[in-house]
């Protein structure tokens, strides 16, 4: 993966926007920084291996630009999720990197939340993703919200696309190949595969596409 900084200015970068925002602590947090940047990096690049994205490739190659917010957004949930995994002491460095996340490009994605290995979002601004299960190639755009009900948090099947404003919440299954349309509220409501939904939890609508709708779209 070709990358906009090289692995050192990245690091200090993110050092230093860490240390801006919050603190850091060099002498005890650099080796596992370190470390889970390179595990990150190496989530992202299989991710945007992934995407049609004209923004995600340079000159043929995948490629990583630190201040395109759509890849910083994805990488910080990376990196963030790697120094939890990696650390045995735990301390509260994967919790400022999250919120640096949230900072920077005002996602709400928490490092303990497990996303796929490829996922994608475009415009990640005020959306919230919570503790559902969600399938490979899910997306999102802005103002997005995925959340619990009573407890209950959805399961989302693979290739869902959540399109701006749309919301899951609580005990829903929504199945592969599905598309939320912009503003579509679901609540415990059970979504078939190949189809596109509207509408709110009071009334939504369904529509049942051919799989080459998804395939090609």
């Known amino acids: 993966m070709k990358l906009e900084l090289s692995k050192d200015d ?3 970068l993110i050092i230093k926007q860490l240390d801006s925002l919050f603190i850091f602590n060099k002498n005890s947090e ?8 390179t595990v990150a990096l190496e989530c ?8 049609s994205n004209k923004y995600y490739r340079k000159g043929g190659e995948v490629y990583f630009n630190p201040f395109h917010s759509g890849q910083y957004s994805i990488f910080l949930y990376f990196l963030a999720r790697a ?6 002491e735990k301390s509260t460095l994967p919790d400022r990197i999250y919120y640096l996340n949230k900072c920077l490009n005002g996602l ?3 490092y303990e939340v497990k996303m796929p290995k490829i996922f994608f979002l475009d415009h990640p601004v005020g ?3 919570g503790r559902a299960v969600y399938g490979e190639r899910f997306s999102f755009g802005q103002n997005c919200t995925v959340g619990n009900n009573k407890g209950l948090y959805p399961t989302l099947g693979s290739n869902v696309r959540m399109m701006s404003g749309s919301k899951i919440l609580g005990n829903c ?13 679901i609540k415990d409501t059970d979504i078939p595969e190949f189809s596109i939904v509207f509408g709110n939890d009071q009334g ?3 529509k049942q596409k051919p799989k080459a709708y998804f395939t090609n779209s």
Request: glycine share 2%; aromatic share 10%; net charge negative.
């Open 10 to 12: 990245l690091t200090a």
């Open 30 to 37: 650099l080796a596992t920084l370190t470390e889970s940047i």
């Open 44 to 51: 992202c690049d299989y991710c945007f291996t992934h995407t």
């Open 83 to 88: 120094v939890f995994n990696i650390e045995k």
């Open 108 to 110: 709400d994605l928490y």
């Open 127 to 129: 959306s919230v993703l």
């Open 173 to 185: 299954l929504i199945g592969d190949n599905v598309i939320i349309s912009a503003n579509t509220y």
């Open 204 to 206: 939504v609508t369904i």
